[in-house]
């Protein structure tokens, strides 16, 4: 069975571009979410997807990231304009019960 | 507000020492505790929960509400257990289940 999945795996891009990081899940899995580690801290959570509905965003750092879950599948992750600070890895888990998968993160890198 | 804190940074032991991890935790109320584990080029996985109460790879963690303490512990620490530790709490019902992450500890099993 395949994994969570995420794409890219790596970002490069200049500070006011924009960006769009992906994220499949197991494919049955109600419960999405995303979380990332800036350099030097701890994972945090951002966001919660119960299907196509966002659950708990009290992670979310400000409105230039906005995350969509359409359909209840594959989620997005977009920030823009990015700046430093959000350089980081960003991870996505999907879970069915208690147990959450992570996939491999998308290593984000804002010059 | 919820915490989990893991005070060693890096953490070095001879093959076949015992090890242990350590990390405490502030949560109102009963969460759920969890050691996910982060080998070298690979994504974060779940190590244990301590609602199972099992034993996996030969580590175990037993929960002190006493203290609010997880500690990861093994007796004897192999080389393939160097990798990157993360202590974990989750409340442990409701819909919310976003993870809350300690800073992590890196494990480095000298031969």
């Known amino acids: 069975e395949a994994g969570v999945t995420q794409f890219p795996s790596h970002s490069v891009i200049e500070k006011g571009q924009t960006v769009t990081l992906r994220c499949d899940p197991i494919?049955?899995?109600?419960?999405l979410y995303w979380y990332r580690r800036v350099m030097g801290k701890e994972i945090k959570f951002l966001l919660h997807?119960?299907?196509?509905?966002?659950?708990?965003e009290s992670g979310m750092p400000n409105n230039r990231f906005l995350a969509e879950r359409t359909g209840g599948t594959y989620s997005t992750l977009k920030v823009q304009p990015a700046e430093l600070e959000d350089s980081g890895v960003y991870f996505c888990?999907?879970?069915?019960?208690?147990?959450?998968?992570f996939g491999p993160g998308t290593r984000l890198t804002v010059l | 507000a919820q915490r989990v804190t893991q005070p060693e940074k890096l953490l070095s032991v001879f093959k076949g020492a015992p090890v242990e991890l350590k990390c405490n935790y502030s949560?109102?109320?009963?969460?759920?505790l969890f050691w996910y584990v982060q080998y070298s080029r690979q994504r974060l996985q779940l190590l244990l929960r301590?609602?199972s109460r099992e034993s996996i790879k030969g580590f175990t963690a037993d929960l002190n509400k006493g203290e609010t303490s997880f500690h990861l512990k093994k007796p004897f620490a192999q080389e393939e257990d160097s990798a990157m530790y993360y202590c974990?709490?989750?409340?442990?019902?409701?819909?919310?289940?976003?993870?809350?992450f300690g800073s992590g500890t890196q494990l480095t099993v000298l031969p």
């Open positions: 888990a999907s879970s069915q019960g208690q147990k959450q998968f």
């Open positions: 494919s049955g899995h109600d419960n």
């Open positions: 997807f119960v299907k196509e509905s966002k659950q708990d």
């Open positions: 949560y109102s109320g009963s969460p759920e």
């Open positions: 301590h609602i």
């Open positions: 974990a709490l989750s409340p442990i019902s409701g819909s919310a289940r976003q993870l809350t």
